[in-house]
């Protein structure tokens, strides 16, 4: 074990794991002495953060001792100071459920340094032994691993041993979504319906669940055919609240086909039928889709309403974002290309669309094979010549 000399106070050591260490003295805080040690890769990045704890140590700021400090303590350190300011109102509300659900009841009670990967196995074994959908898991699995990650950063922890255990394995969920005989069926069969257009919305243009019911009549253009994609309608807390988008290619705009546009005028009369009859119980919220008394849908009494609109279609079970597939498939049938597919549903990146659906492009492929033949087979030349 090497040992040198640091800077001030603090001793700076490498370890026999080869993990840079330094300590240093806080004095005597109830009656006890107290230390703090904080660990990097190198032993620059150790100097570097032991310096910075030096200057606010002198400058007389709290420095807390990760010895005495639990998961628990440093998770809801890591809620207040780093989650909540920079991740969306509905992602805080999910790792601050996993944090207060699972994490901090099983091992919130662990030193902050003593935590190891045999527990975090332990923890992930035991939710997914109660039942817990193994998604689920992965994902509080991945809070702990990105709060570890700001303990790493900020010296508390050697390393961040939540990266050292595997995450559940997630089966793919298989993708439904309806023939094009299937959707004209289902178009039929819900014509008349009050959500007539939050349906052909939902199969023709794929949007998801929470962009769909969080759309507001500004967001419609009449004129020009168009809708925007500005903002999403989830229940947060307890109470329903409008969020903002996941990423910047969801924010978009969207040419109407005249299937949409003409189900979209129609649920805008009926609409306003529906305020007359409602009176003073009318709550104006400006959402295109509504109860009869304007405020917004709740994301679960669509799903009831979709269920009973497939039975009456005759339809199989599905899930609502299966509409999302069927709006892709539907694209992909008429020969539109992947890059403005990866846009009218909102993806990041071509890519996703390409993975996500590659099963459809099989037809796809057999027919440039047939194409390419065109060109290199045998007299393609004689013909092209003549």
Same mark, same amino acid.
């Given at each position: 074990m090497a040992t040198r000399r640091g800077h001030g106070e603090g001793m700076i050591r490498q370890r026999t794991d080869g993990v840079w260490e330094a300590r240093i003295d806080l004095g005597y805080v109830e009656g006890k002495r107290r230390r703090k040690s904080i660990y990097g890769k190198t032993r620059r990045e150790v100097a570097e953060k032991l310096k910075a704890l030096l200057v606010d140590q002198q400058k007389g700021l709290p420095i807390t001792t990760s010895e005495r400090q639990t998961l628990g303590q440093f998770l809801e350190q890591w809620l207040a100071d780093v989650a909540r300011p920079t991740l969306r109102a509905s992602t805080y509300a999910t790792y601050e459920n996993h944090v207060h659900k699972h994490l901090v009841p099983t091992l919130g009670r662990t030193p902050l340094q003593q935590l190891g990967p045999q527990q975090i196995q332990s923890l992930i074994n035991q939710k997914l032994k109660t039942g817990l959908a193994p998604r689920t898991v992965a994902d509080i699995h991945a809070v702990l691993r990105t709060a570890l990650a700001q303990a790493l950063k900020w010296g508390l922890v050697a390393r961040n041993v939540a990266t050292l255990v595997d995450r559940p394995r997630i089966s793919q969920h298989q993708i439904s979504f309806m023939t094009p005989e299937q959707a004209r069926s289902f178009l039929q069969a819900i014509h008349g319906d009050r959500l007539q257009g939050l349906y052909t919305i939902a199969i023709s243009l794929g949007l998801r669940r929470g962009e769909a019911l969080g759309l507001r009549w500004e967001?419609? /253009? +009449? #004129?020009?055919?168009?809708?925007?994609?500005?903002?999403?309608?989830?229940?947060?807390?307890?109470?329903?609240?409008?969020?903002?988008?996941?990423?910047?290619?969801?924010?978009?705009?969207?040419?109407?086909?005249?299937?949409?546009?003409?189900?979209?005028?129609?649920?805008?009369?009926?609409?306003?039928? #529906?305020?007359?009859? $409602?009176?003073?119980?009318?709550? /104006?919220?400006?959402?295109? +889709?509504?109860?009869?008394?304007?405020?917004?849908? #709740?994301?679960?009494?669509?799903?009831?309403? +979709?269920?009973? $609109?497939?039975?009456?279609?005759?339809? /199989?079970?599905?899930?609502?974002?299966?509409?999302?597939?069927t709006a892709a498939s539907l694209l992909l049938a008429q020969d539109v290309s992947p890059k403005m597919i990866s846009e009218i549903l909102g993806h990041a990146r071509v890519g996703i669309t390409l993975d996500i659906y590659s099963h459809l492009y099989a037809p796809m492929r057999q027919d440039a094979a047939h194409k390419m033949d065109e060109v290199l087979a045998p007299g393609s030349y004689q013909e092209a010549g003549s």
């Open positions: 967001d419609v /253009d +009449f #004129e020009r055919g168009t809708i925007t994609v500005k903002r999403g309608l989830q229940r947060i807390g307890g109470k329903l609240s409008t969020v903002e988008l996941k990423t910047r290619a969801s924010y978009r705009s969207i040419n109407l086909p005249s299937v949409t546009l003409g189900a979209l005028r129609a649920h805008r009369i009926r609409q306003l039928e #529906e305020r007359l009859l $409602a009176g003073s119980r009318w709550q /104006d919220t400006g959402h295109v +889709f509504t109860t009869t008394i304007g405020t917004p849908i #709740e994301p679960r009494n669509y799903k009831r309403s +979709f269920d009973m $609109a497939l039975k009456h279609a005759g339809l /199989d079970h599905m899930r609502i974002h299966d509409m999302r597939h």
